[in-house]
RNA sequence: GCGCCUGUAGCUCAGUGGAUAGAGCACUGGCCUCCGGAGCCAGGUGCGCAGGUUCGACUCCUGUCAGGCGUACCA
């Protein structure tokens, strides 16, 4: 537990002990301990900490909230506490001002653990898996599966934090209509380029990536697929363009700062069986039943709108009938939870996959699909669609080489994801100057300078927990210090609500609270064991804002 | 029509039922002979609208308006 928990764990504590004496001493009656909460209030003014117990009391009591208050605060026992001072305040709050030096042990614990500081087990021997990019093997990765990317992998590395057990995965769909298309429009342009008159399919890959894998084969192998039979050559070179597609996006999100522990192929599923051995379950257990060669799901039976087609009257399986499936799989390796991160455009499939899972007998709840809000593009004050079509689309490789991996991935993770949100381009590409990653990674830069140049006096060995902490009584030390102990509550706060962008809140007004102490408060040529205490918390600064951006894939810069 | 998401400052966005709702950008003025001025300090405007629950609502509920996205034998 952090030590701020602790503190207030010992408050909440002490107050049910006063609770009780006023009740032992006939000054307050009440059946029910309410659950009341401790919070830092928002306005320093307000002291440390804050309760709103005698609020919440009133009603019972049938006396006023401030005067019950005043009750707790006279049988609250201080001694062997760090509370200095109580106070009753406003419709009834119990504010609480702690003693100068209360925030010296966490920081000294901070300062010991390290890197590892912030990290908890609020997820111990919980296994998660986060599903995420996933997208069509048919074309290369954009700016849309960026966001993806930056969201689930911070996410992945937040709930690692949270002591969960974290496996990263990209699906590849690699089965159904969609790699049919990609074969007629593969085939279409390899005659084309070997100069037959090959009509390209209707709704087919336009991509000009396409006609550049297709010139790839004609280099190595020549015109070795021309005269072969049609379905044949299909399978021969959608097989070729599907690994070349694959290792390329492997790559660029190696790039990007992803690496996934696992790629899995829907393929694998339809050879294996596993679709097949669904649609028989669902089957036989009379969730399913056939009509003119369709089978369907009875999803109306699980509080879906309408029923779903598994297997099409064609033969050929939905992607649907897929997904449970895959999601089967997932559950079968262990899982106690599965994430999967969505462009918001899939949101009609959630409460359909739900009730797939839901048939095959897992609990629903065990799937949470984070819904992400597509990126607008803007460019020149217009607004772009990203369209493969139209051409107007940024792939995740020119996003890198304009804008950069750090900038990028700070911003995706900035916002909710439930926020639909604006990426100027011109902004990111010519004023990147002016991005929050600058901010943060400046504080960072700033206290390597301040301790870099502390070794060269030889102070060095002043930035450790043997220093003097309590020597830490300036309002902007205290409010430093104060933020930098609810690193761990942000982190699991973070994996509770599955929200990456709170990290960056964080470690944003972390920086400003750096920054403030920086401008008036001196480190170097101080008295040294003041000057060592400051060099521990910027130290400790350090520690915390290097963890935050490593969380959440952005590189913490020694110098810029 | 029905369903999901979103409406907070001029713009982009934070905000865990609590006290006087915040940050960045943009605009104005100030700040180190000294540790990195990519910084700090100050200046003002806002919770789409209407009800309800509550001691207390940006937060929860209902209705309504606006925008986005769905509503396939596509994925």
Redesign the pocket.
Same mark, same amino acid.
Request: net charge negative; proline share 5%; glycine share 8%.
């Given at each position: 537990m952090s030590w701020v928990a602790q503190v207030k764990e010992k408050l909440q504590d002490k107050l049910v002990l006063a609770l009780e004496a006023a009740k032992a001493a006939g000054e307050i009656s009440y059946q029910e301990l309410p659950g009341f909460?401790i919070?830092t209030?928002?306005?320093k003014?307000?002291?440390d900490f804050?309760t709103?117990l005698a609020?919440?009391l009133?009603?019972q009591a049938q006396q006023n909230?401030r005067q019950i208050a005043q009750i707790i605060c006279n049988n609250f026992n201080k001694e062997n506490s760090w509370v200095e001072n109580t106070e009753v305040?406003?419709?009834?709050?119990i504010?609480f001002y702690l003693k100068p030096g209360w925030l010296s042990p966490g920081l000294r614990e901070l300062l010991q653990k390290g890197s590892g500081f912030g990290d908890s087990l609020v997820g111990a021997g919980k296994k998660i898996q986060v599903e995420f990019v996933s997208a069509?093997p048919t074309g290369e990765l954009h700016m849309g599966n960026a966001r993806g990317a930056a969201i689930g992998d911070t996410l992945a590395n937040i709930l690692a934090a949270a002591g969960y057990t974290v496996e990263r995965e990209f699906y590849i769909?690699d089965a159904?209509?969609?790699i049919e298309k990609f074969g007629l429009s593969l085939e279409a342009r390899y005659l084309q380029l070997l100069g037959e008159d090959a009509p390209f399919p209707e709704d087919g890959y336009h991509g000009g990536d396409i006609t550049q894998t297709m010139q790839q084969v004609i280099n190595i192998s020549g015109d070795k697929y021309k005269n072969m039979e049609s379905a044949l050559r299909r399978e021969y070179l959608t097989c070729y363009a599907l690994e070349q597609k694959i290792s390329a996006a492997k790559t660029v999100l190696a790039e990007f700062g992803v690496e996934y522990d696992v790629w899995f192929s829907?393929q694998t599923l339809h050879d294996s069986g596993a679709v097949a051995a669904i649609i028989t379950e669902l089957l036989e257990s009379g969730k399913a039943h056939e009509?003119? =060669?369709?089978i369907w799901f009875k999803a109306t039976d699980f509080g879906i709108?309408?029923d779903?087609?598994l297997?099409?009257?064609?033969g050929?399986p939905?992607?649907?009938a897929a997904d449970i499936a895959y999601h089967k799989n997932k559950f079968k390796r262990g899982f106690d939870k599965v994430i999967n991160i969505w462009?918001?455009?899939?949101? =009609?499939?959630?409460?359909?996959l739900k009730a797939g899972i839901q048939a095959v007998g897992y609990e629903p709840e065990r799937l949470q699909v984070i819904?992400m809000?597509?990126v607008?593009l803007l460019s020149d004050g217009e607004v772009l669609?990203m369209s493969k079509r139209a051409g107007t689309y940024v792939t995740l490789q020119e996003l890198i080489e304009e804008v950069g991996v750090d900038a990028a991935r700070f911003f995706f993770v900035?916002?909710?994801a439930?926020?639909?949100?604006?990426f100027?381009l011109d902004l990111a590409k010519s004023?990147s100057?002016?991005n929050?990653v600058?901010?943060v990674?400046?504080?960072h830069?700033?206290i390597?300078?301040?301790i870099?140049?502390?070794k060269a006096e030889g102070q060095a060995k002043g930035a450790s927990a043997e220093a003097n902490l309590d020597l830490l009584l300036e309002p902007v030390e205290m409010n430093l210090i104060r933020k930098l102990l609810?690193l761990p509550?942000?982190i699991a706060?973070a994996a509770a609500?599955t929200?990456p962008?709170?990290i960056i809140?964080y470690v944003?007004d972390l920086?400003?609270f750096f920054?403030?102490f920086?401008?008036?408060?001196?480190?170097?040529?101080e008295d040294p064991e003041l000057m060592a205490a400051?060099l521990a918390l910027c130290k400790a600064t350090a520690i915390c804002t290097a963890k935050c951006l490593k969380i959440v894939g952005v590189s913490a810069?020694?110098?810029?």
């Open positions: 909460i919070e209030p928002k306005d003014n307000h002291g804050a709103n609020i919440l009133a009603k909230p305040a406003g419709p009834g709050f504010n069509n769909n159904g209509n969609q829907e009509e003119n =060669g369709t709108e309408k779903e087609v297997v099409r009257a064609n050929i939905t992607y649907y462009g918001a455009d899939h949101h =009609g499939h959630v409460a359909r819904l809000q597509l607008r669609r900035m916002r909710n439930d926020s639909q949100m604006d100027d004023q100057v002016d929050p600058f901010y990674q400046y504080a830069a700033r390597s300078s301040i870099e140049a502390a609810d509550d942000e706060y609500t929200s962008h709170h809140t944003m920086a400003s920054h403030s920086y401008n008036s408060c001196r480190v170097l040529g400051r810069p020694t110098k810029m």
